[in-house]
């Protein structure tokens, strides 16, 4: 069968239709036309009918009105109208005659035509006698005997036409709206019929062409997602749309045949692409990675996705690093120790190494048949062409491909270069970290600065000598700009200033060097600054500044000139005193008296130079560890009644002694804790040169036993706390007196505690005062009541062994006991204390004082409802008991249990 176009169809469909549609159009237009031509006649005719009608009508009416004027008034105008009236009507008449298109019409012009020509010839010319006459009587009964019968009949024709002719008229303008109207409507038809085809051609089309390209484009939609299609419709039509449905089930199978090899080539792309990203990623890691650990786990990532290793393990040659997935330790360690030299050389030369084995029994797991597992071994060698480190790894059931293999060897090379890479960066920081280690550990300051000024290293030791901050921004550090930061604490700043750059943009030879001074809060410090060149081969890179805090060579070297001036005054003194005075008595002769004065001083002095040079050598054998002690129990309170028995105490000056410890017993040696308490005791007395209290405090810290001494003197300037225990250590006070001493006594006591394994520490405040604590640790060993359960007692008593006496029995008692042995000034030992009691011994110094002091606390103190005891050797006065109010009055020797129950009352 011959195919059939379906443009060409579709175009002979139009083309038929729009000529059938052009003749319905044409006819209807024709026929229209000629219907309003028909009907333009007819109203043509009708009015030109009329119009004749009204001319001969008008004619008429003017004849017989110029006919009745002239009649009436003889006018010549008038009569004139007549005459041309009469000589217009015969071509009227025969116009209308022309036009009279029915028998009536034509009778009316044959009589209008016989009219005339009567009226012309005998009627006007006798009516215009009778009128000229004046016979106007005869002239009525002329006119009233039917001579106008033919006009009236005519005038009143003329009013009829008129009407029929408007209705006439009226029929035509209908008929001719009809007929548009028809037109209208017949027009209309022919639209909705054209409308109608087109949409039928339309819906043609559309069963034809249209719905057979939606139907192949779901077959083309459906072969694009990878839908079954089916058998291709369409394809036995001998049009286009068959052409079409047949090429596409040609290029349905072609896609088909292809779409295997295409999805071949794809899973092969996807697998390069998949490649190729994790390599990019690999790369990518290693160059942003900041550690080896970092590089090594995307490394061992890569291989295993890769590969599907299940172990995977890499070393360092040198040993110093090995990281590993999914083995052991131990297996790590064999791998490390015995596997790697063994395939060394190996990997050196084949560059690579792989053997086969059989899978373990762990391997296997649950896999059925005997599986084998290959492990490869690949050397990561560095930019020189020196193995740095072995990556191996293992591989159960699937051996490598050699594309594999070759892959993998290039990856592994850029990541042993990566590696490389940061395994030099991180010895290199190491380096300088262990350097700037070794600088930060060095005590003398350093500062690197370059030939144009630049700071480019510098320890934490300069810092803490010049007091300054650690932190230099990044643009403080060119150009000098760093020196200021150095100089807030430096006292010769401008000194330093012109040395550094002098040293650093100068020239000079060998060492130059600058004594400075830094003045930090209440420390001073003294520095000395060298500078030295630093070349590099022939060129010079910089200048080293070395700052080294000499302070405690200055005040050795200060002690020293201190020590001499001291030693010198010390020794001389009392050598004086005994040269001069046994020269007296080798060259004079003198009283018994006299000179049994001058041995006393010269004893005196020979005892004073012999405790100093026992300092000296107590402190020298303390220092070498040579010095002895003689450890065992000892009540330290016993300790201190010696002490205070063996001194002799200015009257200026009170010893109070509130003994506020449980425990009192330590392991020492008596001598060298007297030693030290002598020492404080004495210092608190002869640094307190206008006199006041000494109170001597006994407590219990936790563990420890502490005598805190504590004097109202001179106090001591801040900055010479923390250099006090220094030997040869003195304090220059602002103050009028001047104290002689060594400055050995702090240091020795220093010494002696250590060795106790105690402590003595300081309070001061220079004008108010000092406080001296001496620790000493107690025995293991119960503990008895806390501090709290001891209530507070004053005991007046200047017998130091009787009022340590009372003080340990009174303490088995619940009370603690504050002992003084001079009346006066009790108030300031009492402040602030709730007594529970009070001891009163009624000679003091030899002199009744007691019953001064009781007055004293009842009155001026506020102690009225206060337990007061009496103890004397004296004989009781009993009118002075009674009116003084006291607890008691118990006579020495007495029971304690006799005063406890007194005070109790």
Known sequence: MKSQSIRKRHYNTVIITLIISLLIIVSL???????????????????????????????????????????????????AGVEQAIADLPAEIEAFDRVADSLEEQQIAEELSEFIVVYEAELFPQARMLAETGQYEELQAFANSGTNTTVNRFLEFTRQFDEETQTELNGIFDRSLQEAILFEQLLASVGVALLIIVIALFTRTLLRVIKPIESLEEVTTSIRDGKPSGIIPFQERKDEIGSLATALAGMTKSLKDSQKDILQKNFLLEDQKESLARMNQLNTALASSHSIDEQVKEVFTFVQSFTGAEKIVLSLVDGSYAKYRGITEEQVALFCDTRVPEIKEVLMTDGMYRSKRDATEAEQTLSEGKLFVEELYFPLMTSRGELLAVLAFAKIGREQTSDEVLTLKSILQRAALAIEAQYSYREIKLSQQLNQDILDNVTEGILFISKDGDLIQFNTAVCEITSCNERVTQDEKQGFKWLPHFLTHIVEKEEVEQFVKQATMGSFDGIDQLTYRVVYATQEKHVSLYAVKVNGGKQREGTLFVHRDITRDFEVNKMKSELVSTVSHELRTPLSSILGFTELLMTRELKKEKADKYLRTIYSESKRLTRLINDFLDLQRMEQGKQEFIMEEVNILTVLRETLDSMEISDKHRIVVDDRAHMTTVKGDREKLRQV???????????????????????????????????????????????????????????????????????????????????????????KGSIFTF???????????????????????????????????????????????????????????????????????????????????????????????????????????????????LTKPYQVEDLVQLLKK
């Open 775 to 889: 620790t000493l640790p107690l025995p293991l060993r119960e503990v008895g009541r806390t501090i709290s359960q001891l209530d507070p007692i004053f005991v007046l008593e200047d017998d130091y062994t009787a009022a340590f006496l009372l003080a340990e029995n009174l303490k088995q008692h619940g009370y603690r006991v504050i002992h003084q042995a001079k009346s006066t000034d009790i108030s300031d030992v009492l402040k602030g204390e709730n007594l529970k009691g009070a001891v009163i011994d009624l000679i003091i110094d030899d002199e009744v004082l007691g019953w001064d002091v009781i007055t004293n606390l009842q009155h001026e103190l506020g102690f009225k409802d206060l337990p007061i005891v009496v103890t004397s050797a004296l004989e009781p006065d009993v009118a002075k008991i009674e009116s003084s109010g006291i607890a008691g009055y």
């Open 677 to 767: 308490l002598v020492n404080l005791i004495s210092n608190a007395v002869k640094y307190s040169p206008e006199g006041g209290l000494v109170t001597i405090v006994v407590t219990n810290n936790k563990n420890d036993l502490a005598i805190s001494v504590e004097d109202e003197g001179l106090g001591i300037p801040a900055e010479y706390v923390d250099k006090l225990f220094n030997k040869f250590q003195r304090v220059h006070n602002a103050s009028k007196y001047k104290i002689s001493g060594t400055g050995l006594g702090l240091a020795i006591c220093k010494e002696i505690a250590q060795v106790h394994h105690g402590d003595i520490s300081i309070s001061s405040e220079e004008g």
């Open 29 to 79: 237009i024709s026929y229209s036309l000629y219907n309003q031509n028909q009907l333009e006649n007819e109203r043509d005719e009708l009015l030109e009918k009329a119009e004749v009608v009204e001319e001969l009508d008008k004619t008429f009416n003017d004849l017989l009105l110029r006919a009745r004027g002239y009649y009436a008034f003889l006018n010549e105008a008038e009569l």
